[in-house]
């Protein structure tokens, strides 16, 4: 088997890449969401939710969190590729069923919402990361859209938040549970959303960002789902108005997607209600760039919002893991090489993955931990080669403006604007 490492840190990584000090663990649940429309048999002659069947919806999450500092266990894990199926070993530093760290309070909780098709190991090295730095890690297999469940789009229209929601509540009461490994373990009152493309479509519903009237209206297209189940995303309702959970307390999104396709508008982006970290490429085919992400982030006023660029690099950018071995093959039935689904054209995956730890670090730790040192390694000159690198005896001259936390010569090729709620 190929080793398939998740946990490669680069020796041109910015400083926030490298793993916290915490050892980490890692464990499959399978959560269950009761009676909830089966998207994907819904047929064309079932005109209102009433008439649609309903199924008890199965989530399966990996939860990645602190472990204690005994520890010992596999660091192994198994995970489909996009095949959906072929199993292949990935290998990391968590701990299969390590015994988990103690805490008075509770560790932050991150929720992890992968993108279509996808799985909850895309992001593993994001999670497996973020754990060993003092956070509950919990990435979702979104059932109907994943390898091996791949069979609605529709359904990840619909079931992205309503997917994002219901893991929260139940990792909040499996958090109050003395049975469950969780007990005391997770602050559900202090969470983020990380999302990728369809993952992040979904986040930017659950964090305030309602649908147009048009995406929820539409009965043709690809981007479409049955009639009535977007209702309760309607950005003009009260009930949306309504649905947002406080406990949300910040969301970083990858190439999200949504308003190239009239889902989002510059009405409705103004609806966020949290500070969002937002990551895209400037050559993004997929979603868009000058009108997908980027408008996305503009629009998005009245909150801090910070937006990374990686410039050059297409729609896998910053979030896949590296591919794994195994998916350098070209699969008769799909009809492209495996590995596309994973790589950028112009970036390395690790790369990527170690600048976007670095950035979703210092994010996470302002606006979950309210560590105000973060804020450093956000304000930033916008274009990374205007930066200058000027350190004398270890302390930056008066024309440094190289950016934080970037050794010299490897802050290339990216752009990062930070705008406050006021602007």
């Known amino acids: 088997m ?5 946990d490669v840190i680069r020796p041109d990584a910015p400083a926030l890449a490298a793993y916290g000090d915490q050892m980490v663990g890692v464990r499959e649940l399978t959560l269950v969401h009761k009676d909830q429309i089966d998207i994907a048999n819904v047929t064309a002659d079932m005109t209102t939710p009433d008439q649609m069947p309903r199924y008890d919806r199965p989530l399966p999450v990996e939860i990645w969190y602190p472990a204690d500092s005994e520890a010992t266990g596999s660091t192994t894990l198994k995970a489909y590729m996009r095949d959906g199926k072929t199993l292949v070993d990935l290998h990391g530093k968590a701990m299969l069923d390590a015994a988990p760290a103690k805490s008075e309070t509770g560790f932050p909780l ?18 497996e990361n973020l754990a060993s730095k003092g956070y509950v890690v919990v990435s979702i297999d979104h059932t109907d859209t994943t390898y091996s469940t791949l069979r609605s789009f529709p359904s990840a229209l619909v079931n992205r938040s309503e997917d994002q929601m219901f893991v929260l509540d139940e990792i909040a009461r499996l958090s109050q549970d003395p049975d469950s490994f969780l007990n005391g373990l997770v602050d559900a009152g202090d969470t983020a959303i990380i999302g990728y493309s369809m993952g992040a479509y979904g986040t930017l519903v659950s964090v305030g960002i309602g649908l147009t009237d048009q995406a929820v209206d539409a009965r043709e297209g690809f ?18 108005r309504g649905r947002f959970d406080p406990r949300i307390k910040t969301a970083i999104v990858f190439a999200p997607a949504g308003y ?3 889902f989002f508008d510059d009405e409705t982006l103004k609806g966020i209600r949290v500070p969002t970290l937002f990551i895209g490429g400037s050559n993004d085919d997929t979603v868009g760039y000058k009108d997908g992400v980027l408008p996305t982030f503009q629009g998005a006023k009245g909150v801090d919002r910070g937006f990374l660029v990686f410039e050059g690099a297409n729609h896998n950018v910053g979030a896949p893991m590296p591919a794994p071995e195994e998916a350098w093959v070209y699969d008769p039935d799909l009809k492209f090489n495996l590995a596309m689904h994973y790589t950028d054209f112009v970036w390395d995956n690790v790369r990527m993955n170690n600048i976007a730890t670095h950035f979703g670090t210092a994010w996470l730790g302002k606006y ?13 000159v916008p274009v990374s080669n205007d930066g200058v690198y000027d350190m004398v005896d270890g302390k930056p001259a008066a024309d440094h403006t190289y950016w934080a936390g970037f050794q010299p010569r490897t802050a290339q090729a990216l752009r990062f604007d930070f705008l406050s709620a006021e602007h």
């Not at 190991?121 to 994001?126: D, N, Q, Y």
């Not at 479409?224 to 949306?240: D, K, N, V």
């Open 110 to 127: 991150v929720i992890v919402s992968h993108g279509y098709p996808g799985n909850r190991f895309l992001m593993s090295p994001i999670a």
């Open 368 to 380: 979950l931990k309210g560590d105000a040192a973060m804020q450093t390694y956000l304000d930033l």
């Open 223 to 240: 981007w479409h789902a049955p009639a009535g189940t977007l209702e309760r995303y309607r950005a003009s309702s009260p009930a949306y």
């Open 2 to 6: 190929a080793e398939n490492r998740i």
């Open 260 to 262: 190239s396709s009239g």
